[in-house]
């Protein structure tokens, strides 16, 4: 099977890539900068693109098995601490994605021989954020806030594939765990300091996934004919803010009952403070009911997986 993957040398990306390669499928990563990637498979080809036109790569789509779309601009920014949401920020994390997924939807327009498959990236930021524990699934409205709207334009650009008789599949995806990236590293930090603890009021939702079952349920979406359509990418068991920490805390040997106030967050990181102090209870209706098995389906397995084996 040959898988083109765009936004192939990030945290997903990457371990995706390692999955394909292992079983000897054709992996394509599309990068910007293909002489500064690492930690890829040594069998996978990086191909330069400008991520926002097919030029120098659409012809690759021509006759692919699998386009699977991650391309996109990280939320937080690169490095610690995270970057504050300036009007700037915003338009360039927006443009990415959506300038990302009309070079898609060009290749894939122009290819004589289209691809079976889009799998095309989103998040569970879709469906806004909420104060409450309310089940959040494929079926809940968008949010109207940055990240809702961004979301929905992000998912729209890929859309008019489906008119081209390509399946496709849309991942909303909630908090990834590693240790190699993401957001885990950084949530760590406060508890390997002995500091840490709720964030805010500690009430607000957690929809996270192990790394290894992100990478198995795209592999699983991308080989069932019958997958089309949104998918919640987020464990089966959501946590509040409070119970995660506990978790953590539990997993690093570490207390977890110093909280943090939310207007400190609020001060330091502007809007971007609402990834942390807010959050929603996205459940995997669709995933279930197509019958994928979670490996790691509770925190607690999970984090410990992660850390004694550096994942």
């Known amino acids: 099977m040959r898988v083109i993957i765009t936004g192939g040398t990030g945290l997903i990306g990457r371990a995706l890539a390692h999955s394909l390669a292992h079983e000897y499928?054709?992996?394509?990563?599309?990068s910007r900068n293909p002489n500064r990637t690492s930690?890829?498979?040594?069998?996978?080809?990086?191909?330069?693109?400008?991520?926002?036109?097919?030029?120098g790569w659409g012809e690759l789509a021509d006759g692919a098995d699998a386009i699977i779309n991650l391309a996109g601009e990280s939320i937080a920014g690169e490095g610690f601490p995270p970057s504050r949401w300036t009007a700037e920020r915003k338009r360039s994390i927006l443009d990415s994605r959506v300038n990302a997924g009309k070079a898609v939807l060009e290749a894939i327009k122009n290819a004589s021989k289209k691809p079976a498959v889009l799998i095309?990236?989103?998040?569970?930021?879709?469906?806004?954020?909420y104060d409450d524990d309310r089940d959040v699934t494929e079926d809940s409205p968008a949010g109207t806030d940055f990240l809702g709207e961004t979301c929905k334009a992000w998912e729209a650009t890929t859309a008019d594939?489906?008119?081209?008789?390509?399946?496709?599949?849309?991942?909303?995806?909630?908090?990834?765990?590693?240790?190699?990236?993401?957001?885990?590293?950084?949530?760590?930090?406060?508890?390997?300091?002995?500091?840490?603890g709720p964030l805010g009021s500690g009430k607000q939702q957690t929809p996270w996934i192990h790394i290894d079952d992100e990478v198995a349920v795209i592999r699983f979406l991308l080989g069932n004919s019958e997958a089309r359509g949104v998918?919640?990418?987020?464990?089966?068991?959501?946590?509040?803010?409070?119970a995660f920490g506990k978790v953590l805390g539990k997993a690093l040997g570490r207390p977890s009952f110093f909280p943090t106030p939310a207007f400190a967050f609020q001060l330091a990181f502007g809007e971007?403070?609402?990834?942390?102090?807010?959050?929603?209870?996205?459940?995997p209706?669709?995933?279930?009911?197509?019958?994928?098995q979670f490996q790691y389906p509770e925190a607690e397995a999970a984090l410990r997986d992660l850390f004694q084996n550096g994942k």
């Open 161 to 196: 594939v489906e008119k081209m008789g390509v399946r496709r599949v849309v991942l909303r995806t909630g908090v990834v765990l590693s240790t190699k990236g993401g957001a885990l590293p950084m949530q760590a930090l406060p508890f390997k300091l002995f500091a840490g």
């Open 231 to 242: 998918f919640n990418l987020s464990a089966p068991h959501p946590l509040s803010n409070a």
């Open 39 to 55: 930690g890829l498979p040594a069998a996978a080809r990086v191909v330069t693109w400008d991520a926002r036109s097919a030029k």
């Open 120 to 129: 095309q990236s989103s998040a569970v930021g879709y469906y806004g954020t």
């Open 272 to 283: 971007l403070s609402l990834l942390l102090l807010k959050g929603q209870k996205a459940i």
């Open 25 to 30: 499928h054709e992996v394509i990563i599309l």
């Open 285 to 292: 209706k669709r995933l279930t009911e197509l019958g994928f």
